[in-house]
């Protein structure tokens, strides 16, 4: 009534009922491909969640590169306070995102590798740095706030394959673990959530 089709019944298969009906056809039902669809909304939570947590750990790491910045510029040209400011900031960065942003443990490994995939974070961030002071005249004291903002996708895309294990992105991590001895045993239980 009022869908503008012509409802027919459909064919009996052998159980009595109508072919299609409970099969995801019927109207109401589930759509088709309904467990794999259903299954995609708490992997889309879940990577939504890191996104935010990641923001958020974000925001306090650049308050944090910002303030040791500040302190340090009037004692050291702006690249050196910059370049000391953003390993100070790094480390506390490390620890929140291992913890709270892809709850997964920190390793030595991971702690060696974390700079070396933030050396693109660095180069867009000190390179912005110096446009931004050199080419466009932005107040030194200000560039290294915007420098770190446009930086902040790159962070997320490289401290993410740095410090999440392969098979275990937020997708996974939704489903949870695979077993016992596979990679997602890696991921901590949300302690903060």
Do not use: C
């Not at 401290?159 to 939704?174: H, K, M, N």
Request: zero cysteines.
């Amino acid at each position: 009534m009022g869908t503008g089709r012509e409802e027919r019944p459909g064919p009996v298969g052998e159980t009595g009922r109508a072919v299609g009906e409970g099969s995801g056809s019927a109207e109401g039902a589930e759509p088709a491909g309904g467990a794999g669809s259903a299954g995609r909304s708490p992997a889309l939570r879940a990577r939504l969640a890191e996104i935010i947590r990641f923001g958020l750990v974000g925001g306090v790491n650049t308050g944090t590169f910002f303030g040791f910045y500040l302190l340090l510029h009037p004692w050291m040209p702006y690249l050196a306070a910059n370049s000391i400011a953003f390993v100070l900031s790094m480390i506390g960065s490390f620890f929140l995102n291992t913890y709270f942003t892809y709850r997964t443990r920190p390793t030595w490994k991971k702690f060696a590798l974390f700079p070396l995939a933030n050396l693109t974070n660095f180069v867009v961030q000190s390179t912005g740095l110096f446009v931004l002071v050199t080419w466009v005249g932005m107040d030194e004291r200000i560039a290294p706030l915007v420098a770190a903002v446009v930086a902040i996708p790159f962070t997320y895309l490289i401290s993410q394959r740095i410090l999440v294990p392969r098979g275990t992105g937020a997708a996974t991590a939704a489903s949870g673990p695979s077993g016992p001895g596979s990679e997602t045993d890696e991921r901590q239980p949300s302690r903060l959530a």
